[in-house]
Structures are given as C-alpha cells and as structure tokens.
C-alpha cells in the first residue's frame, strides 16, 4: 500500500501553503580540510539507498487522504551533490551567507527534497558541508542518526561500502492513488470505530463506579487539547509583530559544561538554561528599544521517538506556551521557565499527536497561520555527537543547525558537538531588522546565564 505521510507531517506540509512558514532545515559543517569527495558521494548514496525517503518525492493525494510518498523519476544523485569554491575572502560570513539563501529557497517538489553542498576554499584552508532538507525526511535526533552513518571515529575513513545495484521502481498505477486513498479512509475509520468497541466498556465502567473521576479525567484531557491547539490572535511582544520571507542566520558558541552547571544550580535541565538564555535576550532587545515585555509565546519541539523507530523520520510534535522572558534574574527565570517546560511534557495531549494532526489538516489554512505566526519565538534543543568525529578524512569542527522560524520572530536550535552547545539563530528580518543589536543581547544574556556556574 502507498506510504503516506504521518499526519504531523502532512500539517507541516499543507500549512506551506503561506510560504513564511516553510520547514525547511538548514545545517553547517565545518571541516578542517576538504574531505575525500568520492568517498563523501559514496557514503549519501548508501544513505538514499537505504532510506527510501531520500529517493522520493510527495504528492498530494485525492482528499481528504494525506499526501503520499512517491518514488521520485530519474532519479539524479548528483543534482542533490553539489561541490563549490567559497566566496572571496573565504570566512565565517560568506558560508552563513550562502546558508541564508538556501534557507529562504523552496525545494524543487518535483524531487526528493534534500540538498547537500561542499564549500571548500575557506581562508584558514578548512571546508564546509551545507545540507539542506525539509523536516518531513528528518527531525533533528533523525538527522544525527543518519549524521552517524556518514561520520567515521577516526581520522582513516572506513573504506567506501558497495553500493546496491540501481534501484527498480515502478511507474504509478492508473487510479492507484485513488484505490490507496481509499483504502487509507476505510483502514481510518476501521481503526476509529474498533478503538470505540473496545474502550466503551471500560469507560462505561468507569462511569458507573467514579463518575466524577471519569468525568474530570475527559475534562483535563479536552482542556489539554484545547491548549495545542487554540489560536493566538496576537504576539506576546508589542514589538516583533511583522512576519516576511527575509532571514538572517548567526551563531554562537557555548559552553556546555557551564550551562549544564548552571541549569543544575538552579534546579533545572540544560534546555531550560538555554530557554532562559534566549528569554532574557528577548528582553534585553525589548529594552534597548524601551519596550517593556514579560511573558513571550514559544513553540518548542517535543520528541516522540521511540527505540522502535528507524533512523531518520520525524517524530517530533510542536507545544506552544508561554515563558516568562520579562523576568531579570538569571536563576528565577531558568527555575519558571524549568516549571512551565515540565507542564507541557506531561500534557495530556501528547499521545493524541497524530489525531489532533489529523483534525488541523482539514481546517482551514487561516486558522493553521492564526496558530503559528503569532508565536514569538522557537527554541529546539537537539542533543548531538558527543565524540570527534570525521569526514571523509577530514576532522569535523563545528556543527550548527537553523531550524525553520515557522511563524515565528526567530528560532534558535541548540546543537550539541563534544562539548559545545553550538547556536544556530534564524531571525526573521521582518520581526527583527537590527540583528546585530539582537546578537549583542543574545551574548549578553547567555554570559548571565553562565555567570551562575562560576
């Protein structure tokens, strides 16, 4: 039967519709020197062979079915291959420049959407290794996974592996994706009404020995739905209010260790640190602009992947809540922000992800925008490779990811290597129009942060 896509994905591909809100992913590699390009080709061939997502393409189907995956024709490995000289004089913001345009740039639909670019030539004679991808191949965890399988241990590349012969696909059948389509809302409604003969015991039980259990119980789970899924008619900030297609990419580096100590000291995780971190930039921007600002809308991924899940594939659901940005001292605002974080992982919404998909898909896309572009800002916390590791013979550096704003006024994606907690900062320019003067509070909010580890 045709693969169609997971209902998380098909709302990430439909709400595409408005072009702001793209969930195209964006990541850097830093090399310090080139790689062995046969052996780099070698390696993101095995990958496409082996995930079949990476030779295919999607379709919609016949409503109200999801889009499918489809095999992509003639498909090309060297279209999705490209090899390139860095622009003169070769620095940090020539390759973040290039990053920038891929990232604004759609994907051609008619191909797997993938991308993946050598820059080599940098001024202090190292190479970088642009991927790009839209986030219904991958999530952030999925793409360290299939990170792991071009990646070597040791600076001798393990030796380039036979690659299977041509794949065979065959060419669509008439009708095919309206049989499958039905069938998928035969398999749906099948599932539904099966899941109701079998839980209509247990709940009238339920309801005839603690009524008022039961009953509180549907409510707090219709509560937990409404809170996903509810609009936000305005942003959190009087100030980012504008949303546009322009986008400007930065980075910075932190300490992990420091922010691990000082999310500790304060009785909380490393992602709450780094929440907190880019809060009180928020702020601080907000200040120098004498506006005042204390709870901020956030959209941050939550991961649903399981041990049973393959690599790649995304399994993420997106939670939006508020943080209180507005709060000064460092440790108060990790602490409530470490409060919040902990309510929304414990929604009781969250194994209804894909269902509550599958009802947003059929509204309309209005509503969908009405969801996301008035959240302030983005924060995903992806945990990385935590050994050196090499490409191609090449030693990796550094590794940054941009992920999508979504609607948003910026999204920050933490992104761990050894012991680095690397920053990918994707600020839309139409919220945000000085982002030096945001980089500067961004700095200076995460050196508070560390302050509380010394």
Known sequence: MTEFLRNTDAFTWSMEADPRLRSTVVTLIFLDRSPDWDLVRNR????????????????NSPPPAPPRWEHAPDFDLDY?????????????????????LAAMADFDRARPMWEVTLIEGLDDGGAAVLCKFHHALTDGVGGVQIAMTLFDLTVEPRDAEPVPAELTTLAPRLLAGYRDSVRYELGWVGKAVTDSVMNAPKLLFNTIRQPLRTAGAAGALAASIYRTIRPVNRTGSPLMKERTLVRRLGVLDVPMPRLREAAHRSGAALNDAFVA???????????????GVFDLHLTMPISLRTDDDGIGGNRITLMRFDVPAGITDPARRISSIHECTNRVRKEESLPYTQAIAGVLNVMPR?????????????????????LQVYLGGARVRKQYAFGPTIGAAVNVTLLTYQDTCALGIDVDTGAIPDYEAF???????????LALAD
């Open 277 to 291: 971190g880019v809060a009180g930039g928020l702020r601080r921007y907000h200040d120098k602009h004498g506006v």
């Open 366 to 386: 209005w509503y969908i925008g009405s969801i996301l572009r008035h959240v302030d800002f983005v924060c995903s916390d992806v945990p990385g490779v935590p």
């Open 439 to 449: 980089y500067d509070c961004l700095v200076a909010s995460f050196d508070e942060v």
């Open 44 to 59: 993101f061939e095995m990958v496409s062979s082996e995930l079949p997502m990476f030779r295919q393409r999607v379709v």
């Open 80 to 100: 999705h291959l490209r090899r390139v000289s860095a622009p003169q004089p070769g620095d940090l913001a020539g390759v973040l420049e290039m990053a920038r």
